[in-house]
């Protein structure tokens, strides 16, 4: 099997043993408070699903994706996972914060703060999406962020696998399943919407060149009119039970907010 993308898997998931006193400092710390989706997002740096990230992209990361589709040191990267705000004071770098999900009251993550730092969001939107046009879902959505960056590694606090936990495996938990059915070789689909009957197809065509197939649909907020989440894995369940040979076939979620691509393609961490 492949090695993780930038060779290794991040793990910021606070351990059972340090997690008492962990959420204690966090009690202390001033807290941030972020959206429902840049939760997920914390949860997927830790868990490993962006590797090898550690924590939202700092400002010479961003500059270097826009630029040139890589991180600093040149692995590639398309897509910067960020952590706005709508004003830098009260904000120093070298000091911790406690991230926490609107509406909550249990600390998230603790957010070691590294850099403050204003972004250009038409430039970034240009650079990720390929237009500046707030007609493009991605660029309406940076539009509305806040007008300052925050970025450093994070701890994970709260590691709960939400409603779908039986198919929110990690990505260290993903490559274990795969090596336990003796895998060497997997096909991907991620995709945000319930099987169609030319997916059943190509699924088919490419899984008889390799082991295995892993089917990940994604979890969370996507576009208007979409299918709900529970529809769109129920569908899957019965289709792998019907239409493909038994242990073929691995199914799993991605929680996290659908990103729109533009002219670039957006790099598949899922199973790194």
């Not at 995709?191 to 979890?219: C, W, Y």
Request: aromatic share 10%; charged share 20%.
């Amino acid at each position: 099997m492949i090695a993780p993308h930038g060779g290794r898997l991040t793990d910021r998931v606070v351990a059972n043993g340090a997690l008492s006193a962990a959420r204690e400092q966090a009690a202390s710390l001033p807290q941030i408070v972020v959206d429902y989706d840049t939760g997920r997002d914390v949860q997927n740096i830790a868990r490993g699903v962006f590797s090898p990230l550690e924590g939202f992209v700092g400002k010479e990361d961003l500059a270097s994706i826009c630029q040139s589709n890589s991180l600093t040191n040149g692995l590639a990267w398309t897509i910067p996972i960020m952590l706005d705000v709508a004003d830098a004071g009260g904000y120093e770098a070298g000091n911790d914060y406690a991230l926490a999900v609107e509406g909550s009251d249990t600390p998230l993550a603790i957010l070691h703060l590294q850099d403050v730092y204003a972004w250009d969001k038409a430039a970034a939107a240009r650079a990720v999406f390929g237009t500046d046009d707030v007609a493009h879902p991605g660029v309406a959505g940076y539009s509305k962020r806040g007008d300052y960056l925050l970025a450093g590694p994070i701890d994970l606090l709260d590691n709960d696998r939400g409603p779908y936990a039986d198919y929110n495996l990690f990505p260290a938990e993903t490559r274990a399943a795969f090596a336990e059915r003796g895998w060497n070789t997997v096909c991907a689909f991620q995709t945000r919407n319930v099987p169609h009957a030319g997916h059943e197809d190509m699924q088919k065509t490419v899984l008889g060149f390799f082991d295995g197939l892993f089917i990940q649909p994604v979890s969370g907020k996507k576009k208007p009119g979409d299918f709900r989440d529970d529809v769109i894995l129920r569908a899957f369940q019965t289709i792998i039970e019907h239409c493909f040979a038994a242990g073929r076939v691995f199914l799993n979620i991605r929680p996290a907010e659908m990103r729109y691509a533009g002219p670039k393609e957006a790099i598949m961490h899922a199973i790194m």
